[in-house]
């Protein structure tokens, strides 16, 4: 079933999850344990992260966030495979730009296709520092809208090569939306305008960046309808859990934190992580409360914050998987 089609038909808000792969070499025992905890709450989907070698996040122990240059994460594609089948939940596995070919990127949609994989999220992804593999004959797409139109183009059949009698694939295409705009955009404005571009291209629904001011979610979702941009924007939302993270989660992901939030963590760090869950709470009651079609959590490796976050909404949280 496609992400579109859970929200089309669901009647209350539904709560998602991403999670990220394993380091290469590590045990997906460390994966399955988180979504044994997670899929309680009966995800209808949940995305994987996709990475080449490029950058990635890492959560550490006391919550500050790593980025880490050139280390892999494989098994996008593997784990998808695994949470379809294990949790009977569609997965929604990451396609990236940075990294990869228009071929590459090919073949792991046909990869997809094969497993019955109906659903990904289209993004630029970070940039590799490492030289683009390409040449003249093999290349890149360069931002998220040429990821769009690749996958809605075999979508019609078209592939990169032409065949006869070329299967058509089925993807529901989501990509992702920026509250605070993205770092390298010059404006807000600026920035919907591109993704409008994105949803005219085929994109079928926006997961957004984690924030935590529901103002500025409020506000974009606002300035995305007046666009002219129709289509579902979710809320992406990540619990805040260490006094760390007060200069690591906007360093890492170019967001602010709201002054009495900041204040709060920075006068009890050792009640960081009950902060944040408090906090995300009381975001969760009120974008509920203006009847959003559903929250996205950011568990990265790490499920209990949210856990524990759900636990305290018995009653609201309701999903249709």
């Not at 730009?97 to 019955?116: P, Q, R, S």
Request: hydrophobic share 35%; with cysteine.
């Amino acid at each position: 079933m496609k992400v579109i089609e859970f929200y089309e038909k669901s009647t209350e808000p539904l709560i998602s999850f991403e999670i990220i792969p394993p380091k290469r070499g590590s045990s997906i025992k460390t994966v399955f344990d988180a979504l044994d905890e997670v899929v309680a709450f009966k995800p209808p989907f949940i995305d994987i992260t996709s990475h080449a070698a490029e950058a990635y996040y890492e959560e550490l122990e006391d919550g500050s966030v790593k980025r880490h240059v050139k280390r892999k994460r494989p098994g996008t594609i593997g784990l998808s495979a695994a949470i379809k089948h294990r949790y009977n939940v569609e997965p929604v596995p990451h396609i990236i730009c940075k990294g990869f070919t228009k071929e590459e990127t090919e073949d792991a949609l046909i990869e997809l296709n094969y497993l019955g994989i109906q659903n990904v999220l289209a993004i630029r992804g970070d940039d590799p520092g490492a030289p683009k593999p390409y040449n003249k004959n093999r290349q890149t797409n360069e931002y998220a809208i040429d990821l769009v139109r690749q996958i809605k183009r075999m979508n019609r059949g078209v592939y990169l090569e032409q065949m006869m009698d070329a299967t058509t694939t089925d993807f529901c295409v989501g990509v992702g939306g920026y509250p605070e705009k993205h770092f390298e955009a010059p404006n807000l404005n600026w920035d919907i305008q591109r993704l409008k571009e994105k949803v005219d291209a085929g994109a079928d629904y926006i997961v957004t960046q984690m924030f935590f001011d529901n103002q500025k979610y409020f506000d974009f979702v606002d300035d995305c309808r007046d666009a002219g941009i129709k289509v579902p924007i979710i809320p992406g939302l990540k619990i805040l859990t260490s006094y760390n993270q007060l200069t690591s989660l906007p360093r890492a992901f170019y967001l602010s934190l709201p002054e009495t939030l900041a204040h709060e963590v920075s006068s009890n760090p050792d009640r960081a992580k009950e902060i944040g869950i408090e906090w995300s709470t009381m975001q969760c009651r009120e974008l509920l409360d203006k009847d959003v079609q559903g929250l996205h959590f950011y568990i990265m490796a790490n499920p209990s914050p949210v856990v524990n976050l759900l636990n305290n909404l018995p009653g609201v949280i309701k999903s249709t998987a």
